[in-house]
């Protein structure tokens, strides 16, 4: 068994938020204007827009100073269970991957499906109605992760009875949810202690997917359900007043509960849009000035360019991190490495950034499994063709090599090295 380092949690109190569903046909025209996710998939159909040149990291990060200390934080973004990847040995999905993330101080991903034991795996043939298996949440532990984030549009694929079980399945794992649970209380930002700096992890979505029962009813979500849904498609009027309230209040608690780092985890976006909407930008510009240190990204199923507002980091998508789609596109993610400093007083700066291109490889034999895998410059075939679409999304941010002295550094500077 893996020997994991301790992780306390402190649940943080939110506000509940009321709204009633309107008629059927009120939430198809919502749907009809993209407000209102759809039950299945879209097309895949890369669109590109610029608007802005990818943050770079600093050329030479200053010195850590006398009673400072660093604290290495990795991030992944979607992590899938399509029903292609249903036999998969996930230990094997991770393995080349699990050297590099088990010294980090903190490693967190998104989850992007539930999973509730007393129901079938996979989902439904032509729908994306998901539902895990508890074997791949054990990989995931045994590859070092600490943190799953279970705030997104795929949260109550299996009702709210299956987000319930989700988050003891992940406990059970070893590892800690952020982002639903069994009261909006518990889905709440979570306290943790990574290298003895609590950091605070809130995470935020759009609206979750509903599904037609087997009669072709649809039973929407509620409202009062335990996670909490903003509206980012649209951060104008009443949904952003609603927005920064929110922030204001989860930095404030984490506060008060003595957070030295506060970062949000944002399910947002529009899929295969390589560039975040205007309204995503201004929603990660409030986050911060809301007192958040740390602004991430998942849902677009493609990397998005990084920002930097106010000397703090907007990573606003990390794309997919293990997946089944087919296009390179979407088979290419990153792991994103931040790195922290904390002074004596306890204050948080970001010190450095980096992002670790990854591409996910289905691999015949012996045993047909889809596979995270490094993508960088000396590479071959797909790992050198991801890399290639890494740099283009990322710029100077994304790491060209993953074998160089920087990764053996970071590995030996760890203390207590392994989980």
Known sequence: MTTR????TTSLRGAALVL?????LGIYLLALKGLFPKPFGTPMQLVEAPLFRPASPP????????????VRLAFVGDIMQHREQMQDDFF???AVIAPFLKPFDLVVGNLEFPVDPDRPTGSPPGSVQFNGSARHLRALAAAGFDILVTANNHAFDQGLNGAVRTVEEVTHGGMVTVGTGATRELAGPKLVDAKGTKIA?????????????????????????PIYELNFQDWTREYRQEGRTEFKRHVEAARRQGAQLVIAYVHWGIEWHLDPTEDQRRAARDMID?????VVGTHPHVLNPPEIYKGKLIAYSLGDFLTAFRPLQA????????EMRVDSQG??????????????EHSNLPDPTYQVTPASAGAQGDQARAYGWARRILGSAAVADWHTATVAKSAQNKPGAGK
């Not at 200053?62 to 660093?70: D, H, K, L, S």
């Not at 649809?218 to 409202?223: C, D, I, M, S, T």
Request: no cysteine.
């Open 5 to 8: 380092r301790r992780t306390t």
């Open 347 to 360: 204050a948080a700066a970001l010190r450095n950034f980096r992002y670790w291109p990854v591409v996910t």
């Open 59 to 70: 050329s030479s990060p200053q010195a850590m100073r006398a009673g400072e200390v660093q």
């Open 290 to 294: 809301a007192g958040f240190d740390l």
């Open 92 to 94: 094997k999905s991770y």
């Open 201 to 225: 992890i809130a995470a935020y979505t759009f609206r979750p997917n509903s599904y037609p029962d087997r009669t072709g009813k649809v039973a929407y979500w509620h409202r009062d359900w």
């Open 20 to 24: 009633a569903l309107g008629a059927s």
């Open 331 to 338: 088979r290419t993610g990153a792991v994103l490495e931040v």
